[in-house]
């Protein structure tokens, strides 16, 4: 089952399970997230990325310069272990981790949340890859991808157990889009994917085949 199979199930469970009124309060801000055109300044296909550097999830510094070295980079910025679409797109691209190193890439996963948070993203899911702590939404903001939280879904999260604030480290409920890119050796995007919407995602077989294209 490819990812967005496994979004549609999972959507389906959710209809079935949340009550209405919560429903249409999601869908609202989402629509108003979408009308808000945000991805449409988030960096796209042939922009270059500035370098940075981020502690992973064993604490060591990872810093993209040093793996363009050796081959392109697979990122994917996601909202945070807490979010259950994050961990379907994080366990999905995993699964095609042997298709993604056969092809010279290896794959970065970045989120605003604490190094300890990040560790329990990358144990629970059983990631092969580093995980990030961009703490502050620091890299997120350079890609263009950083918005605040709505008002209305704070109370709503927090019924649901989602911990935003000790997660993250702070209170300023900022998030980026979820959204993959491939960079190239040269620090240029060949691949991009950004939604307001937070149930879309780039399908990894998708980003294998601009990774094979680029050869």
Known sequence: MNLTAQIAAYEQQKQA???SEILAVMEQTTEQLIASHLKDNA???GDKVTDFSLTNQHGDVTKLAELLASGPVVISFYRGGWCPYCNLELKALNALMSDFKALGAQLLAISPQLPDASLTTAEKNALEYNVLSDVGNRVAT???LVFTLD????PIYAQFGLDIVNANGDDSFQLPLPATY???QHGIITYAFAAEDYTLRAEPSDVLNSLKSDK
Not at 151 to 154: C, D, P, Q, T, W
């Open 151 to 154: 008002e209305r879904l704070k």
């Open 17 to 19: 399970n949340v009550p």
């Open 142 to 144: 350079q890609f263009g």
């Open 43 to 45: 960096l796209q296909v």
């Open 182 to 184: 491939v960079v190239n």
